[in-house]
């Protein structure tokens, strides 16, 4: 699909890039967009469960104190947040490793197919 964007639309996208607020046209412009997807209106209902509805708002909370702290600047680096990531991935599988080792402690048989593991009483 192809949009075409009247001169006045285009030179407030454009504002919003040079003065910083969004890294490019397209940041701006999809963020307009979520913003009118804010409007459950706006929405068709494919998944309106409870429990969805209170994972959306938690991640609008989640996305809306990013957006405070990277206007304050507390921001950080690619590089931090990629060793956070590692870190936090290194950890799972060491939690995962022990256990299997516990679970072989207690008796379970484990069949390995990757990435799945089934379980079943000795």
Request: hydrophobic share 45%; aromatic share 8%; net charge negative.
């Amino acid at each position: 699909m192809q949009i075409t964007l009247s001169q006045a639309q285009t030179q407030v996208l454009e504002t919003l890039v040079k003065q910083g607020k969004y890294p490019s046209l397209e940041e701006a412009l999809n963020t307009a967009l979520l913003l009118l997807i804010d409007d459950d209106a706006a929405l068709p209902d494919y998944d309106c469960t409870p429990e969805y509805l209170t994972w959306a708002e938690a991640t609008r909370r989640k996305i809306d104190i990013a957006r405070e702290q990277a206007q304050c600047g507390e921001v950080l680096e690619g590089d931090v947040v990629l060793a956070q990531l590692i870190a936090k991935v290194q950890t799972a599988k060491e939690s995962a490793v022990s256990n299997v080792w516990l679970l072989r402690l207690m008796g379970v048989k484990i069949y390995q197919t990757f990435p799945i593991i089934f379980y079943s009483k000795a």
